[in-house]
């Protein structure tokens, strides 16, 4: 039993080793030619663009940090689809593209409380959105002229 458990760990900690060696894509950070960032949208409050840059650039965004875990495998084939997808979705960094769609989207998830994610804020309690943080958020959705 202990020579199974030994062969065993050894070829757990060998698939581990050679899964560091598969690098997921990095996401693309290419943007318009003449995009802007939602920090620099006169129309998005500074408290919302706060709270946007707080919770939710480091995925739907360019601005994206990466730490130390999202470097060892399996998390950063996790981590780098999540970002991908994000982006795809709605990149804060190429704002607006369709502002009336990309800010209904927001409002909707921010109101089920779809966003930020929970695994997501696991590792980023600090991301947590406050009922008054969503309050801010939807209250511009709501306020600013389509």
């Known amino acids: 039993m202990r020579r199974f458990l030994l062969l065993l ?10 899964a560091q060696l598969v690098r997921p894509p990095e996401p693309s950070a290419a943007l318009d030619v003449d995009a ?5 949208d006169p129309s998005v409050p500074a408290d919302v663009q706060a709270i946007l840059r707080r919770s939710c650039a480091d995925c739907h965004s360019i601005e994206t940090r990466w730490p130390w875990y999202t470097h060892v495998a399996p998390a950063s084939w996790l981590v780098a689809n999540d970002v991908r997808n994000a982006r795809a979705r709605l990149n804060l960094s190429n704002w607006p593209r369709q502002p009336d769609i990309e800010k209904a989207g927001i409002g909707d998830v921010i109101v089920n409380r779809l966003m930020p994610p929970r695994r997501y804020l696991l590792l980023h309690p600090d991301a947590r959105l406050s009922d ?15």
């Open 36 to 40: 802007r960032t939602v920090w620099q």
């Open 9 to 18: 760990g050894g070829l757990t900690f060998s698939a581990f080793l050679a």
């Open 132 to 146: 008054a943080q969503r309050k801010a958020i939807v209250n511009w959705i709501q306020n600013t002229p389509r």
